[in-house]
């Protein structure tokens, strides 16, 4: 029988029922294991170390840094916090930037999703606008009010950067290209981490996904949420081929 790929997705704490909680939303779930991988949620501790961190992700195909409510620690990245920014989840942060920089030294196929994009650059030394729609020139990119469907839909275009990751991914022009994504966050890069190449921005130029070309390993991050119905968004459908592709065993 065919073993389909094991991809660690990292868990948000939380109070569930009136007990602490390891826990992921069910659409990361579903959408790896729509594209057929077999998805393991990773549960967070402060107290980890690098032996138990490498032991843990020896055991994977790949990773997936999902989004979340909470924000990284602004103390993360040296900055101290905005009255916007109420929400924090100190072991998911600690587990995070551990497991960041041993993925990519063992070439493990990596994929970051909103929160996880804003830890993929703070792990690698960038920083972050904590509050996107209050910085002079940007837009609001947080989601509208509605159901989620109406939260979820396309709301604005990114531009495509020739030359990288999600142009190979999604199909390249000699002019770039552009897509429309979703838009549900507060948060977004400041500084860019020093070696990340910019795959994707927003109309305001925000930095909106992000890739390490001196990885030998698959290593995307975008702002947007692919994982929402993936299979009738043909950028969200790229990522996901082309994560599943990188997690097969070689």
């Excluded at 868990?11 to 077999?38: F, I, N, Q």
């Excluded at 549960?43 to 032996?51: E, F, H, Q």
């Excluded at 020739?162 to 290209?177: F, T, V």
């Excluded at 190449?197 to 909106?208: I, K, M, N, S, Y």
Aim: glycine fraction near 8%; include cysteine; proline fraction near 7%.
């Amino acid at each position: 029988m065919h073993k389909r790929p094991l991809v660690g997705v990292i868990a948000c704490r939380r109070e569930v029922e009136g007990h602490p909680a390891h826990m992921v939303t069910d659409k990361y779930l579903s959408a790896l294991r729509a594209y057929g991988l077999e998805p393991v949620i990773l549960p967070v501790w402060r107290d980890s170390d690098a032996d138990a961190a490498n032991a843990l992700l020896d055991r994977l195909d790949g990773l997936m840094l999902t989004g979340s409510y909470t924000n990284v620690l602004p103390s993360r990245y040296q900055a101290a916090r905005a009255p916007e920014n109420t929400r924090d989840d100190l072991d998911r942060d600690h587990a995070a930037m551990l497991w960041v920089p041993l993925a990519l030294e063992r070439r493990l196929p990596l994929l970051g999703i909103c929160r996880g994009f804003q830890e993929f650059n703070v792990a690698l030394g960038g920083t972050l606008h904590q509050a996107v729609q209050r910085v002079p020139g940007l837009m609001d990119h947080r989601e509208p009010e509605g159901s989620k469907a109406q939260q979820y839909a396309p709301s604005h275009e990114v531009e495509i950067r020739p030359g990288g990751r999600l142009a190979s991914l999604y199909g390249e022009c000699q002019k770039g290209l552009k897509a429309r994504v979703n838009s549900l966050h507060q948060q977004g890069i400041d500084r860019l981490a020093e070696g990340l190449f910019v795959e994707a921005v927003a109309p305001d130029g925000l930095v909106e996904a992000v890739s390490l070309p001196e990885a030998p390993g698959f290593t995307l991050a975008v702002q947007w949420h692919p994982e929402w119905e993936p299979g009738n968004n043909a950028l969200y459908d790229a990522i996901f081929q082309g994560f599943a592709r990188a997690c097969q065993p070689q």
